[in-house]
């Protein structure tokens, strides 16, 4: 099994960055698919962006393709959300997870979940 822990939330004012991090424990981290979520209050949890266990596969969500990066040391047993050009539409509670087969996008087909990172952006 695996635990995530998300670390690197913030307050950033738009057009800022910020990198979000995830700690995985657990012995079979580099066969586990990554995903970052996100959840603002009132909202359902969405789809970020996910990163296969082999490292060379990736899934954007359509609204921060081009400005979110996923990326993932397994020796470190750490994923990465590199954040540039945030937006204050940004704001949110980002969640990592991991799913054991698969590249999903839906929170159904994850298996392990941490406690989220809060993510505010101003202006």
């Known amino acids: 099994q695996v635990q995530l822990v998300e670390s690197g939330g913030g307050l950033v004012q738009a057009g800022g960055s910020l990198r979000l991090s995830c700690a995985a424990s657990?012995?079979?981290?580099?066969?586990?698919?990554m995903g970052w979520f996100r959840q603002a209050p009132g909202k359902e949890r969405r789809f970020v962006v996910a990163?296969?266990?082999?490292?060379?596969?990736?899934s954007y969500g359509d609204f921060v393709k081009g400005r979110f990066t996923i990326s993932r040391d397994d020796a470190k047993n750490t994923v990465y959300l590199q954040m540039n050009s945030l937006k204050p539409e940004d704001t949110a509670v980002y969640y990592c997870?991991?799913?054991?087969?698969?590249?999903?996008?839906?929170?159904?087909?994850?298996?392990?979940w941490g406690q989220g990172t809060q993510v505010t952006v101003s202006s």
């Open positions: 997870a991991g799913q054991e087969y698969g590249l999903g996008s839906r929170t159904t087909q994850y298996d392990y």
């Open positions: 657990g012995r079979t981290f580099s066969r586990y698919a």
């Open positions: 990163i296969a266990w082999s490292g060379g596969r990736t």
